[in-house]
């Protein structure tokens, strides 16, 4: 028996300022895109922007439904909606921002487990690393290297 550690770094801006130009202006776009979020249930809106290797950005945010886990999260519509236009193409990063009507977000919104599962799929399929920047209304920004360090021990489709 032993015990094994999994641990994981990531970059810690003070804001967006700190960002560097190509992430700022994805960053930007998923700024731009949070507000068009349909959030009428919760109040939460949530916008991401994903860049692509071939330099194409496609946008997505949170869509909710009255029948609630009809609903997706903005990762996902994002996500699935460049897998859709731009099939085989592979993710270089993701910028996720949230903001609520109710109260200021003052820490990074960070993608809840079903997103994480989902752009784990697209990780693992392109061997390459998926960066993600995320942030909320104000206060730091996180970049993290890539998803997997945040869904360690994930499930992917080698045990299948
Ligand atoms: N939401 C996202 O869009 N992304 C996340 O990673 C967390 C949650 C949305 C889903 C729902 O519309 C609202 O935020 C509140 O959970």
Known sequence: M???TISFELTVFDSIEELNGKDMDLM??????RED???P?????VGAAVLLDNGAIVIGNNQENASYP???CAERVAVFQA???????GIKSIAITARSTMHV???PAAPCGNCRQAISEYEYKQKSPIELLLMGEEGKVLKC????????LGFNKSYL
């Open 28 to 33: 930007q776009r998923a700024l731009e895109t």
């Open 83 to 89: 897998s859709a236009k731009y099939p085989g193409v």
């Open 37 to 39: 979020a349909y959030a």
């Open 145 to 152: 290297n890539s998803l997997a360090d945040i869904l360690p």
């Open 2 to 4: 032993k015990k094994q």
């Open 105 to 107: 977000v003052q820490k």
């Open 70 to 72: 009809s609903g997706l």
């Open 41 to 45: 249930y919760s109040n939460f809106m």
